[in-house]
C-alpha cells in the first residue's frame, strides 16, 4: 500500500505523493500526522526518513524525505537557497484580470484568542514571492499554476487571497471554505551536485477531478 505514495526514491531521498488532510508535523490539535506513517516508509533502512519542509494539512502533492541526516541537512540548504523548484496547481473562486504574473507580498502571522493564528500581509514581515499563470478557465473559476520563489507558510493561500484578490477554492481560512481546499504541490525538482537530480511529478487527486478540472493541461 505505502509504496503507491512513493513518487521517486534513491538512497538519499524519497519523494511521497501527500494525501490532503494529513498533517505533516504532530500538535495540539493534530490527532495524526505524517510521523505516525514515516516507518512504512524505510524500505529497508533502520532509520526513520524525515520530511525536509512542509504542506499544509489540506494541501496534497510532493514532499521530500530525507533518508539520513547528512542529506536532510543538504536538502534543507537547497530549500534556503532557492535550488529546489515547485509548482502547485490550484483552482481559484475567480478570474485574475491578467493571464500572469508575479506577487511579492512579504508575510507575517498574528495570533488572537478568538480565532487562533493566520498569516496576513505585512511590510516588516519575511519576504515572500509567488510566480503565477493562468493555464485554464472553466465555469467562472480559474486554475492557477503556481511557482513559488519562497516557501512561506500558508504563503500560495495568502498570496491568492490578497495579492489576486481571489482565494483559493476550499480554503477554510483565507476563503469560503466550501469544499475541500484545491492546492496540489504537483512538481518538485531539486538538482544535486554528485548524482541525478531528485524529480517527482504527483498527478492530481480525486478533489480535482470530481470538480472538473481532471482533464486541464498543465
Same mark, same amino acid.
Given at each position: 500500500m505505502w509504496e503507491n505514495y512513493v513518487l521517486f526514491i534513491d538512497g538519499e531521498a524519497?519523494?511521497?505523493? !501527500?494525501?490532503? #488532510?494529513? %498533517?505533516v508535523h504532530p500538535g495540539s490539535k493534530t490527532r495524526e500526522s505524517l510521523e505516525d506513517y514515516l516507518h512504512h516508509f524505510r524500505f529497508g533502512f533502520q532509520r526513520l526518513p524525515l520530511p525536509v519542509h512542509r504542506l499544509d494539512r489540506d494541501t496534497s502533492g510532493c514532499l521530500l524525505l530525507a533518508r539520513n541526516p547528512k542529506a536532510h541537512k543538504r536538502f534543507q540548504r537547497a530549500f534556503e537557497e532557492k535550488k529546489v523548484a515547485k509548482a502547485y496547481i490550484a483552482v481559484l473562486d475567480g478570474i485574475p484580470k491578467d493571464d500572469a504574473g508575479t506577487i511579492d507580498i512579504p508575510l507575517g502571522k498574528v495570533s488572537t484568542a478568538e480565532e487562533g493564528w493566520r498569516i496576513v500581509p505585512d511590510p516588516r514581515g519575511k519576504a515572500a514571492v509567488s510566480?503565477? *499563470?493562468?493555464?485554464?478557465?472553466?465555469? #467562472? *473559476? %480559474?486554475?492557477?499554476?503556481?511557482?513559488?520563489?519562497?516557501?512561506?507558510?500558508?504563503?500560495?493561500?495568502?498570496?491568492?487571497?490578497?495579492?489576486?484578490?481571489?482565494p483559493i477554492s476550499g480554503d477554510p481560512?483565507?476563503?469560503? #471554505? !466550501? #469544499?475541500?481546499?484545491?492546492?496540489?504541490?504537483? !512538481?518538485?525538482?531539486?538538482? *544535486?551536485?554528485d548524482k541525478p537530480p531528485v524529480s517527482a511529478v504527483a498527478p492530481l487527486p480525486p478533489t480535482f477531478v470530481n470538480a472538473g478540472f481532471g482533464d486541464v493541461d498543465y
Open positions: 524519497i519523494v511521497i505523493d !501527500k494525501p490532503a #488532510g494529513l %498533517a510566480h503565477w *499563470r493562468v493555464a485554464a478557465v472553466r465555469d #467562472g *473559476r %480559474a486554475v492557477i499554476i503556481f511557482t513559488p520563489e519562497t516557501g512561506r507558510t500558508h504563503q500560495l493561500r495568502v498570496h491568492a487571497a490578497e495579492g489576486l484578490g481571489i481560512v483565507y476563503g469560503a #471554505g !466550501k #469544499g475541500p481546499m484545491l492546492l496540489h504541490a504537483h !512538481k518538485l525538482e531539486m538538482v *544535486r551536485v
